[in-house]
């Protein structure tokens, strides 16, 4: 149950990391009028030169993100009887407040990218 907890948090932190950066880069282009159309010619160039060089990270591969939630679902499934017993009740309350906490930022921002 820890490993899922764990990857469910890794996923989400990293989601809710890249999420905060394009916020403040939008908040920056907006207080900063001047400073619009540089940042778009930026993004462009970064764009182009990041499709060649390829990911930087391995949450930003749609089919590495794919596996991990095959896998959290597989632990999830065969191990569901053994966490619902009241030993285990806080574990599993702290795996649940992770899938809830992270599900809709997880969804919109793989959704999106």
Not at 7 to 25: F, M, P, R, T, W
Not at 48 to 69: A, T, W
């Amino acid at each position: 149950m820890n490993l899922m907890t764990e990857l469910i948090s890794h996923i989400g932190g990293y989601v809710a990391d890249q999420q905060n950066k394009e916020e403040e880069e939008n908040t920056s282009v907006v207080a900063n009028q001047s400073g619009k159309r540089s940042k778009q010619r930026k993004s462009n160039v970064s764009t182009n030169s990041s499709s060649s060089e390829g990911k930087q990270c391995l949450f930003d591969d749609p089919i590495i993100v794919v596996g991990i939630f095959d896998v959290v679902t597989i632990l999830w499934v065969l191990h569901d009887a053994e966490m619902r017993l009241p030993e285990n009740k806080p574990k599993y309350e702290t795996f649940l407040s992770h899938v809830v906490h992270y599900a809709q930022n997880l969804i919109s921002y793989y959704k999106v990218n």
